[in-house]
């Protein structure tokens, strides 16, 4: 199944969805994932989890050209909806970029464990009041 966002022909993302294995369901990305994209991937990620309830949900993000801060959450908040209900998310196929993007923010090695390994537990995103701030930099709460 093919999935089309809803957005300019600029910023298109490409979803398609496919059942390799019995406990595997695997997402392939192309596109963008971006502010305009990022709730569409989500979504649609959340739809597999909840209709399909594969052990292991495998993002393939080989066609990903871009990966923002609105995409790395859509994945987190997908990794902590499964983790929640027993089930696995990993991404693969990441293009140098992608792979950059997730080392620098610490989610490498989380969203890509092996599916053989226990999942650990959910990753949070810090609040504005635990989040430290630069010497010489107040924080409101």
Known sequence: MSKLSPVTALTQL?????RPSPATTRVAVAGEVDLATASVLRDRLLEVL???????LDVDLAEVT????????????VRNAAVQTGYQIRVSHLRPIVRRVLDLTGLLAVL??????????PVSRPSRATMAAPPGLTVAA
């Open 50 to 56: 909840r209709d399909q309830r594969p052990a292991v």
């Open 14 to 18: 490409h979803i398609d969805t496919s």
């Open 66 to 77: 871009f990966l923002d801060c609105t995409g790395i959450t859509a994945l987190v908040d």
């Open 112 to 121: 890509t464990a092996p599916s053989n390994e226990p999942t650990t537990s």
